[in-house]
């Protein structure tokens, strides 16, 4: 049996999200927007799953709308906000974080090459963290739109969320979180966070891929960065996806059902990890910070190792983890997440995350102590250390 330590990059589709969606490939599969009864009862269901998930981000349903993933999600709101704002005249100036995902990182960079819109990309401290004084001062009166992620994918660092929302709200700027890792760890009421723009994708929660929710609070103006329809209130055109939405819905409504007990369990496991392995491993520390982080992640630094032997290893194991970026060699370009917590390129090659899931077990940790630290030493010695 394979011990899946991957959880933030995907998960299985739970069966409870897997039996809801199934009638909706083949029983149920009219067009949304058909007037007989098949197409209605596919707008209902997807009216009905639109409404679970505000009641999760405490919203209205109007304010969600769905696409085909968390990188559209963050695309659609950062595009459409921006451009409707420069479109106003009400400045174009964005604010942002050097920890971002590419989808928005690269969003705004585009914004800044293509469409006149100029970036402030606020550092963050060894942790990962932002500082909201930092967002303070960076906000001018230009500003138009401050996007910073809930948690962090790489290192699993939580941002202090409410503080920096509030000092968007002082200044009536919207702001923007890719929540795209808070799903099942972390509370999503858009509310008690002072977000007005939040991007989620069900893969990440136990839903299918393929499929994604963007809130946008009422009264801030979007221009859709697709068009070709109505849909969706008209911030996202095409045929919706009325099975993927549908499992999207469960799966979050599960995910948030769960939270209370899930949470804690692997909170205990993964504190295992961040306490056994600097422990067992000389010179591996944590990466991220030590306890605002997310509860089923794990992420460490082995200095002066390529990463890619220790996963091939572990998978030898039957053991699935990742660096946690897309890239771990140090002849590529090092992950622009850690160069930015002040990671050297050298220790960047060697980060190692293990995300924990409904499938972990006591069990599996141990298995990891086991196998880790030899398999650490073992590679060190090959390449001198
Ligand atoms: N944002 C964060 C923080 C992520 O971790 C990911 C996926 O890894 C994404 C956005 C993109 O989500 P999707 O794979 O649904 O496009």
Redesign the pocket.
């Known amino acids: 049996m394979m011990i899946y330590l991957d959880h933030?990059?995907t998960t299985p589709v739970s069966a409870h999200a897997l039996a809801a969606m199934l009638p909706y490939f083949s029983e149920i599969y009219g067009n949304a927007s058909g007037i007989y009864s098949q197409g209605r009862r596919a707008k209902e269901a997807l009216e009905t799953a639109r409404g679970q998930v505000a009641a999760v981000l405490h919203c209205r349903p109007a304010e969600v709308f769905f696409t085909a993933?968390?990188?559209?999600s963050?695309n659609l709101i950062l595009r459409g906000l921006a451009w409707a704002a420069t479109k106003a005249g009400r400045g174009a100036h964005l604010i942002t974080s050097a920890i971002e995902?590419k989808?928005v990182l690269d969003t705004v960079q585009q914004l800044v090459d293509l469409f006149d819109c100029t970036a402030t990309i606020l550092p963050v401290d060894g942790q990962g963290r932002v500082d909201p004084q930092d967002l303070r001062q960076a906000i001018r009166a230009d500003t138009v739109l401050i996007s910073i992620?809930t948690a962090?994918?790489e290192v699993g660092t939580l941002q202090p969320l409410a503080a920096l929302a509030a000092i968007a709200r002082e200044h009536g700027i919207p702001f923007h979180t890719?929540a795209?890792?808070a799903p099942g760890h972390l509370p999503l009421d858009v509310d008690a966070l002072g977000v007005d723009a939040l991007?989620l994708?069900a893969?990440?929660f136990y839903g299918p891929k393929g499929v994604?929710v963007a809130y946008l609070r009422s009264g801030h103006s979007l221009i859709p960065a697709l068009t070709g329809g109505g849909h969706e209130g008209k911030r996202r055109p095409g045929t919706e996806n009325v099975a993927g939405i549908v499992g999207l819905a469960a799966a979050l409504h599960e995910a948030e059902a769960l939270r209370p007990t899930e949470t804690p369990r692997l909170l205990a496991l993964r504190n295992r990890l961040l306490d056994a392995i600097p422990a067992a491993i000389p010179g591996a520390r944590i990466s991220g910070h030590p306890h605002e982080r997310l509860p089923h992640h794990a992420s460490f630094l082995f200095p002066g190792l390529e990463i890619q032997g220790v996963l091939m290893g572990l998978d030898m194991a039957g053991i699935a983890a990742s660096s946690g970026s897309a890239c771990t060699s140090a002849a590529q370009t090092p992950s622009s997440v850690l160069t930015a917590m002040g990671v050297s390129r050298a220790d960047a090659a060697g980060h190692l995350r293990l995300t924990l899931g409904r499938s972990t077990t006591a069990a599996d940790i141990d298995r990891v102590l086991e196998v880790l630290p030899p398999l650490a030493a073992r590679i060190w010695k090959l390449v001198g250390w």
């Open positions: 933030s990059a993933c968390g990188s559209e963050d995902h989808a992620m962090n994918n890719d795209v890792q991007a994708s893969h990440k994604g």
